[in-house]
T-cell receptor, first 113, second 113 residues
Framework: NAGVTQTPKFQVLKTGQSMTLQCAQD?????MSWYRQDPGMGLRLIHY???????DQGEVPNGYNVSRSTTEDFPLRLLSAAPSQTSVYFC????????????FGSGTRLTVV | AQSVSQHNHHVILSEAASLELGCNYS??????LFWYVQYPGQHLQLLLK??????LVKGIKGFEAEFIKSKFSFNLRKPSVQWSDTAEYFC???????????FGTGTSLTVIP
C-alpha cells in the first residue's frame, strides 16, 4: 500500500517556466488537496477536489491549476513559475467524511530562481 | 471561514518535562479536530483526532488532547517529552459538513537531551 505518492521530490525552475507536480493515491480516497508550506505560515490550501471531475479553489490558488480526471491522480500545474512559488508542496487525500483526517505525501521541494 | 490559532510558535523543553501546546479554532458548528506532527524533513503524520464522544482523546507516542467546546480549544499534551519528540506540530480543523481542512501555523518543539 503506497499511500500518497508525490513526484518529483525536488525541483528547481527558472522564472517563467511551467511544470506539473504529480500526486497519486491508491487508497480510493475521494478527497484530495494540495497545500504549500512556508516558514511561519503553516499549510495553506491551494486547490482541492471532492471527486473525479470536481475541483475547487482554496486559500491561495493564483498561479496554479489542477484537474481530477481519475480518482487516483491530482496533478498541480504551475503555469508560469515565480520566485514567490518557492515552497514545499504537499498533496493529501482522505476518504469522504471529514473526520478521517488526511494522509499526506512526502512533499515536493520547489525552488524558483 | 474557519481559522486555527496556535499561539506557541517555538517551544523548548528539557527531556522529561511536560508539554502542552495550545490550539484554538473559530467555527460555530460541529467540527472535527486533528493534531499532526512533522519530523524534520518528513511529511505530516496524524497524531490524534477528535470527531465525537469522549473529549479526551489519546493518540500515538503517548500524546493526548482535550476538546473543550466552550473554549473552542483542542490542546495537545504529553506528560514527559523525549528528544525524539522534536518536531513541528500542527493543529487542524474541519467542519462536519465541509471538505476543507484548516491548519494552524504550527508549533516548533525542540527537546533538549
Amino acid at each position: 500500500n503506497a499511500g500518497v505518492t508525490q513526484t518529483p521530490k525536488f525541483q528547481v525552475l527558472k522564472t517563467g517556466q511551467s511544470m506539473t507536480l504529480q500526486c497519486a493515491q491508491d487508497m480510493n480516497h475521494e478527497y484530495m488537496s494540495w497545500y504549500r508550506q512556508d516558514p511561519g505560515m503553516g499549510l495553506r490550501l491551494i486547490h482541492y477536489s471532492v471527486g473525479a471531475g470536481i475541483t475547487d479553489q482554496g486559500e491561495v490558488p493564483n498561479g496554479y491549476n489542477v484537474s481530477r480526471s481519475t480518482t487516483e491522480d491530482f496533478p498541480l500545474r504551475l503555469l508560469s513559475a515565480a520566485p514567490s512559488q518557492t515552497s514545499v508542496y504537499f498533496c493529501a487525500s482522505s476518504p469522504s467524511g471529514g473526520w478521517h483526517g488526511y494522509t499526506f505525501g512526502s512533499g515536493t521541494r520547489l525552488t524558483v530562481v | 471561514a474557519q481559522s486555527v490559532s496556535q499561539h506557541n510558535h517555538h517551544v523548548i523543553l528539557s527531556e522529561a518535562a511536560s508539554l502542552e501546546l495550545g490550539c484554538n479554532y473559530s467555527y460555530g458548528g460541529t467540527v472535527n479536530l486533528f493534531w499532526y506532527v512533522q519530523y524534520p524533513g518528513q511529511h505530516l503524520q496524524l497524531l490524534l483526532k477528535y470527531f465525537s464522544g469522549d473529549p479526551l482523546v489519546k493518540g500515538i507516542k503517548g500524546f493526548e488532547a482535550e476538546f473543550i467546546k466552550s473554549k473552542f480549544s483542542f490542546n495537545l499534551r504529553k506528560p514527559s517529552v523525549q528528544w525524539s519528540d522534536t518536531a513541528e506540530y500542527f493543529c487542524a480543523v474541519n467542519s462536519n459538513t465541509g471538505n476543507q481542512f484548516y491548519f494552524g501555523t504550527g508549533t516548533s518543539l525542540t527537546v533538549i537531551p
